[in-house]
């Protein structure tokens, strides 16, 4: 693995425009960079992150499988009572999930460590897999990379596929907060796959979700909604007044239910009780756990909100120091502590490296760099190329 400088593509602005993201003569692209890109050898794709990410996704449902029928564990999580069964339910019936992203620490000289699974609102799958497609045959056509280059890159093609495989019958609905730009571009795109798919879509705000007098979810036309594509995390929708409908309002969720224990970073301590010494793994606690105490002791760990975004109130304690800590709003939410690996730093960026899940199968590659080791919103995705 390496980082790569290169020089970029002549009209940016064109680009940006064509695909309806944001442009700056300044700044460039909003939340890209392709003034480099990190360069993978085959070997480091296939048994490095593909393999070993398709692996904990299995030792991710293993984890789900023993949870549904653990009250103690879905308490634990934070999960409302009222959604037990719910969750439960739509587990044993084998309710399809879609999609994914694994982000790990990753830097070709040791195995990729998971930090937590972004397994129910994760964004940047447009940039991965259009715009930094895009990017790899222009650049290449434009000799600004090395011919004969790859990528991890089928996400396009794997979610086309996988949506005719959930059993979709009439209209699919897609909804989320549109005042979140990232939500919205990230569900839009996922709208343009399912009509790729065949599908008839509907595209909603989630004010804009009704209930009718049958409990049955609806929307602006009052049609009921049977079947629901969000970008509105589980917890939130828990937490709303409507979500006490949800388990009982007969529409069928994508991601399902049983995403709410995935998306969890309480599931980092779950993965680690199950599957302790684990080379992709890092040991992982609740923080009230006796055992935790030990973790901390040591001087090295980071303390995450079970629930939260974007990097938010992250404390990373190195050498019995606090390195690093973010602000935000899930002060007061339960925390897990992790052991503590560092991203790899290249000339002063500390790169992430996401692996998206399409229907269980590691699909494509997602880099985002900042200049701290928090990933945050001020990041940017950097494109990669595979090169033996």
Same mark, same amino acid.
Request: net charge negative; proline share 5%.
């Given at each position: ?17 064509? /695909? ?31 393999? +070993?990410?398709?692996?904990?996704? &299995?030792?991710?449902?293993?984890? %789900? ?14 999960? +409302? ?12 019936? &084998? ?31 447009? *940039? ?16 600004? =990379? ?9 996400? /396009? ?15 699919? /609905? ?65 937490? *709303? ?54 973790? %901390? ?7 995450? +909100? ?7 109130? =992250? ?16 002060? *007061?939410?339960?925390?897990? =502590? ?9 000339? &002063? ?32 995705? %950097?494109? /990669?190329?595979?090169?033996?």
């Amino acid at each position: 693995m390496q980082r790569i400088s290169v020089n970029e593509r002549p009209d940016l602005k064109r680009a940006a425009s064509e /695909h309806g993201l944001e442009y700056s003569a300044s700044g460039g692209i909003t939340g890209w960079d392709e003034s480099a890109y990190y360069q993978f050898s085959t070997r480091e794709i296939e048994e490095d992150l593909e393999g +070993p990410t398709e692996e904990l996704e &299995g030792m991710c449902m293993e984890v %789900v499988d023993r949870a549904v029928g653990t009250e103690s564990v879905l308490q634990r999580l934070g999960i +409302p009572e009222n959604y037990w069964a719910y969750i439960d339910d739509s587990w044993r019936s &084998g309710d399809r999930n879609l999609y994914g992203r694994m982000d790990l620490s990753y830097d070709g000289n040791g195995p990729a460590k998971l930090l937590e699974y972004n397994a129910d609102t994760p964004t940047a799958l447009y *940039e991965t897999a259009v715009f930094q497609w895009e990017w790899f045959e222009q650049a290449t056509e434009m000799g600004l =990379i090395p011919a004969g280059g790859d990528q991890l890159n089928d996400v /396009h093609e794997s979610i086309i596929k996988a949506f005719p495989l959930l059993g979709i019958e009439g209209v699919t /609905h897609f909804a989320c907060n549109n005042d979140i730009e990232d939500d919205k571009g990230t569900l839009e795109y996922l709208k343009e796959c399912a009509q790729e798919a065949g599908l008839e879509t509907c595209f909603l705000d989630m004010e804009e979700i009704g209930l009718n007098e049958h409990g049955q979810l609806t929307d602006l036309d009052d049609r009921a909604i049977r079947t629901l594509v969000k970008l509105y995390p589980w917890e939130w929708i828990m937490a *709303e007044e409507f979500g006490k409908q949800v388990p009982t309002c007969c529409a069928r969720f994508i991601e399902p239910p049983w995403k709410a224990i995935l998306s969890n970073k309480g599931l980092m301590p779950l993965l680690w009780g199950m599957f302790e010494g684990h080379p992709n793994l890092l040991p992982a606690y609740f923080e009230d756990d006796q055992v935790a105490a030990e973790l %901390v002791s040591s001087g090295n760990y980071v303390r995450k +909100p079970m629930l939260s975004r974007q990097g938010a109130n =992250i404390e990373i304690v190195t050498d019995g120091q606090t390195h690093y800590k973010s602000e935000g709003p899930y002060s *007061e939410n339960a925390h897990i =502590i992790q052991g503590f690996q560092s991203l790899p730093e290249y000339e &002063g960026y500390f790169p992430l490296v996401g692996c998206w899940m399409i229907a269980g199968k590691a699909a494509g590659l997602c880099i985002r760099e900042d200049k701290t080791l928090v990933t945050s919103t001020d990041s940017r995705f %950097v494109p /990669h190329v595979i090169i033996d």
